[in-house]
């Protein structure tokens, strides 16, 4: 019988090859830690005081729940207490972090708890990560440390807390996804270097914003629809993606104006949900754009900036563009 490979020595053996990796390589096996942490609270919300809403907002203008701050908690303790991290941005925080780390070399940016809106449902949730080198002659809390495009990032990935505890990340070689061993405690090998099928049976859109959308998206939706067989939409981002790596398909929010005076807005944030998907989607061999451009060529000039999004298949996106 084989026994997967540990996410420890599969992150050992990267080290082995490549050396110079050590600072990201310790960093995966911190954000391991707390995707772990978070996964045994998430299990456990709807027994803790953990369910509901925080009764606060965030700089979007959001009802956080209280998992959010939870998480958002969790991950910037731990990640200032590894030592690697000179500042950090969160979309629970308004402003950037400075980590107070002098000698650190990266900076990171992460949606703590990604789908929120699902939180006490029970509906698969997550956390996002992307890690950029600092850059040097800025300031750590100067938010033009995250006014990087996304081809620069060296390492994305996320967490997603479904019915298994799952762990996908890639610093530019591929796609590596782990699945919790609860038993264990470990992440083990799920899928090596995860690929999109050429296969494209599902799309995923919020149909309620069919009628908000510009008329140019709602042609693209329209040979998305032809081309994919089933709506699929949980209304987690992380947990749509997934889905669409796995199965194939397309994931597309286009930017939206319900006020009918042509005042279209996007919704999800650069930084720390479209770049880091972006990395994997174009890892796995997919693409993802944003009003026709690469996504990870964007280069931010906002911390909490967003972007319409169209990720998926590279001949389904390219044939109904
Ligand atoms: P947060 O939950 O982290 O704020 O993320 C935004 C999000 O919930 C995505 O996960 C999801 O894809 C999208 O918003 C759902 O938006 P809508 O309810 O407008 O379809």
């Given at each position: ?14 080290l082995k090859?490549h ?23 998430t299990?456990?919300?709807g ?6 809403l925080a ?5 979007q203008d ?6 959010d ?16 991290f000179a ?31 699902n939180i ?18 800025v ?5 033009r440390?995250?006014?990087q ?6 390492l ?5 807390y479904g019915?298994s505890?799952?762990?996908v990340?890639s610093?530019g ?23 999109i ?16 959308i ?14 994919t ?7 987690s ?10 199965k194939g ?11 009918g ?8 944030r ?13 890892q ?5 754009l ?9 280069v931010p000039?906002?911390?909490?900036q ?15 563009s």
């Open positions: 019988m084989t026994v997967p490979q540990t996410l420890q020595q599969f992150l050992l053996g990267e090859d050396p110079e990796r050590y600072e990201l390589v310790m960093m995966m096996a911190d954000i391991a830690t707390i995707g772990k942490l978070i996964s045994a609270r299990n456990r919300a027994l803790t005081e953990l369910t509901g009764g606060s907002t965030n700089v959001e009802t956080q729940a209280k998992l701050i939870y998480a958002n908690d969790l991950c910037k303790n731990y990640l200032r207490k590894t030592g690697l500042a950090m941005a969160s979309e629970e925080e308004t402003d950037v972090v400075d980590l107070k780390n002098p000698g650190a070399r990266y900076v990171i940016a992460f949606d703590p708890l990604d789908g929120s809106s006490d449902v029970n509906i698969p949730i997550g956390t996002i990560f992307s890690v950029h080198k600092k850059l040097e002659g300031p750590a809390g100067d938010a440390q995250f006014f495009k996304g081809r620069d990032q060296v994305a990935g996320y967490v997603l019915s505890t799952m762990l990340f610093w070689e591929g796609v590596h996804a782990f699945t919790l061993d609860v038993d264990l405690g470990e992440f083990l090998l799920s899928d090596a270097h995860l690929k099928p050429a296969a494209h049976p599902y799309y995923s859109f919020n149909e309620a914003y069919g009628p908000f510009a008329e140019e998206d709602r042609r693209y939706l329209d040979k998305i629809r032809a081309q067989g089933s709506l699929r939409y949980v209304g981002f992380v947990a749509d993606i997934h889905r669409n790596l796995i398909g397309a994931y597309v929010y286009p930017a939206i104006d319900t006020s005076q042509g005042n279209f807005k996007p919704k999800l650069l930084n720390y949900e479209a770049k880091p998907m972006a990395l994997l989607a174009e796995a061999g997919g693409v993802a944003a009003d026709g451009v690469a996504i990870l060529d964007i000039n906002e911390l909490h967003r972007v319409s999004v169209r990720i998926g298949n590279k001949k389904l996106m390219k044939e109904a």
